[in-house]
């Protein structure tokens, strides 16, 4: 069975500072997606970046990027010039490829921003 | 456009109570799918539906049951809720796809049963 894990319950970042959040994941499986959701105190889930196993290129979003170490099984976020709207519990997430689309989710790291 | 919509946000039972949760899409996807989020254990896949009349099971489905009777609706049923089962449920939908495709989130409902 797939399983995600976070191993950073929470974490603390200065304004403007660069912090990253760590998440591995085991899977005996080739073709997979990997995620990271935003949940904020209004609870909306909201997806931040994403990532193809099948592409070595690391994904980003403006300032957020994504470390992906297929080998290691690890997909850590990177957030650059955090903001006080960073503040919320970040998701890492696992799906694998084809018809099946259940989601898999770690158990999450509140992250926060101190001015 | 709402897009994704849960109602009630907020609900309480006394054990042994039943009720049901709605969830209403209107971006016609074909996915559809409730989780469970609790404390320090992220969030659990109860059951999903990949169309209209069709569901399954997820992670977590002891004590629920679901309907998709129609394509922008899936209801999350408890028969006789048990404190266990206090907890924020939320809904979520998507097309299909290769796996990369997005979700989309209703804001969630806060489930208290005493």
């Known amino acids: 069975a797939q399983t995600v894990t976070q191993s950073q319950p929470e974490m603390s970042v200065q304004e403007a500072e660069t912090v990253t959040l760590s998440c591995t994941y085991d899977?005996?499986?080739?073709?997979?997606?990997l995620f990271w959701y935003k949940q904020p105190p209004s609870r909306q889930m909201i997806l931040v970046i994403r990532q193809e196993a099948y592409k070595q290129q690391n994904a980003t979003e403006n300032r957020f990027s994504v470390n992906f170490q297929k080998a290691a099984k690890s997909f850590s976020l990177k957030i650059s010039d955090s903001q006080l709207g960073d503040a919320a519990m970040y998701f890492c997430?696992?799906?694998?490829?084809?018809?099946?689309?259940?989601?898999?989710f770690g158990t999450g790291t509140l992250l926060a921003v101190q001015p | 456009n709402a897009g994704v919509t849960q109602t009630p946000k907020f609900r309480v039972l006394k054990t042994g109570q039943s009720m049901t949760l709605l969830c209403a899409q209107d971006?016609?996807?074909?996915?559809m799918y409730w989780y469970r989020q609790d404390p320090g254990m992220g969030l659990r896949l109860i059951h999903y539906?990949?169309?209209?009349?069709?569901?399954a099971k997820g992670e977590v489905p002891d004590g629920y049951n679901v309907s998709r009777l129609k394509k922008q609706n899936f209801l999350l049923g408890l028969e006789s809720a048990a404190p266990s089962q206090t907890s924020v449920y939320f809904c979520?939908?998507?097309?299909?796809?290769?796996?990369?495709?997005?979700?989309?989130f209703g804001s969630g409902t806060q489930l208290s049963v005493l």
């Open positions: 539906s990949v169309g209209e009349g069709t569901t």
């Open positions: 899977t005996s499986e080739s073709d997979y997606y």
């Open positions: 971006m016609n996807h074909e996915y």
């Open positions: 997430a696992y799906r694998r490829g084809g018809a099946t689309n259940k989601l898999i």
């Open positions: 979520a939908s998507s097309d299909p796809g290769g796996g990369d495709e997005k979700l989309f």
